[in-house]
């Protein structure tokens, strides 16, 4: 029914999959920096950019020429069965590993219970946090002190929103208009030091411009994504399997690129940013999708990679509370902390696996046959 029936993209779920765990690499050595500049692994942040054009991608290639059988009802149904359950198992795990690690804020106050009932409950709804407000429970103005990647699934959903009510709508022309403007708001963004740090790494909390810079941020890498979707002139190649572990090391290595320009040139680093989101991950997506025959295994390996995905980018930062905490508590450096960082890293694959098997893919059918199959 719906987008059921079409052709699924497989490698696609690879390169998320490669993404997610990327993901979880840089913010192992999150805990290391004390500044944007010498992160290692320094432009992991845009994984998440990779996310939001390939959901905008997924998104239009299956929903597109749905309209107006399928309905806003059945669409925010199905987005909902496929996002949310994770929502509230990365809120519940993040408010475990918080009262675990002594229900503090970063400066070491204790907020009562109930604005940590509060933190939970707006968390598994959806609701973002301001900094200084009541469920702001970590105090350093995170969106979602429980599971602070889960402000990119805010955005998500306000892309959800907007493609269902407007953007698929939009005639293709328009379509490339509308991305072409945002893009370049975007590079504006980005070179007027938003950030703080000259790069497009915002959304994270609403401080200052971090609610418009993360909506401009998702709005164009979600509309380019929808973009080419539809460009069908561009889905007439056949590329070779070897390209799709060539596409996957261009990602790895397109985040491993360390800071640009130093101190002296830091717009250098914003151009880079750009040029990736803007160039190169869209040239990666689309070698996943015009890749035609693969094998089994390389099937089984995407299969397990997407699904590993999603529950993984959702549950392991609360597993990065508790190292950050323990790391910052006894000063630890890297060469120092380096079995325990992998054993966080191992831990959050860990969970992430168990977490699909045992309560999101079960979860998601049951919900699938009660709502939709019914």
């Excluded at 959901?55 to 069965?81: N, T």
């Excluded at 539809?230 to 889905?235: E, S």
Aim: aromatic letters at 14%.
């Amino acid at each position: 029914m719906f987008a059921d029936s079409k052709p699924h993209y497989v490698l696609l779920d690879a390169l998320r999959g490669v993404c997610a765990l990327c993901v979880v690499y840089y913010h192992i050595f999150e805990g290391f920096a004390t500044s944007p500049q010498e992160e290692q692994f320094n432009h992991g942040y845009l994984a998440v950019d990779f996310f939001f054009i390939l959901s905008g991608f997924v998104i239009g290639y299956a929903y597109d020429d749905r309209w107006p059988q399928m309905g806003l009802r059945a669409f925010f149904r199905r987005r909902l069965i496929r996002l949310h359950p994770m929502v509230v198992m990365g809120t519940l795990i993040g408010l475990a590993t918080y009262l675990i690690q002594g229900a503090e804020t970063w400066d070491g106050a204790h907020p009562n219970p109930l604005q940590i009932v509060l933190a939970a409950v707006m968390g598994m709804l959806m609701l973002p946090c301001w900094p200084g407000c009541r469920a702001d429970v970590r105090g350093n103005g995170e969106m979602f002190p429980l599971d602070g990647p889960q402000w990119s699934l805010f955005f998500e959903y306000i892309g959800n929103i907007l493609y269902a009510l407007i953007i698929h709508r939009l005639p293709t022309r328009v379509l490339r208009i509308w991305t072409l403007l945002l893009g370049i708001g975007l590079i504006a963004m980005a070179l007027s030091d938003v950030s703080g740090s000259y790069s497009i790494g915002v959304g994270w909390t609403m401080e200052e411009s971090g609610l418009p810079g993360g909506l401009l941020r998702m709005l164009f890498s979600y509309s380019l994504g929808m973009l080419l979707a539809r460009n069908q002139r561009l889905h007439h190649l056949t590329l070779p399997l070897p390209a799709i572990i060539a596409a996957a090391f261009v990602l790895i290595g397109c985040f491993s690129v360390p800071y640009i320009g130093g101190q002296s040139h830091p717009e250098c680093n914003a151009i880079y940013d750009c040029l990736c989101l803007m160039v190169v991950f869209p040239i990666v997506l689309l070698t996943g999708a015009n890749i035609k025959s693969i094998g089994d295994r390389m099937t089984r390996v995407s299969h397990i990679l997407g699904h590993l995905s999603y529950p993984l980018y959702m549950v392991h930062y609360p597993l990065m509370y508790l190292f950050f905490s323990y790391i910052w508590e006894h000063q630890l450096s890297f060469s120092q902390a380096w079995p325990i960082a992998l054993l966080t890293y191992l831990g959050s694959l860990l969970l992430g696996w168990l977490v699909y098997r045992l309560y999101d893919a079960p979860v998601r059918k049951w919900l699938t046959n009660c709502l939709v199959r019914r």
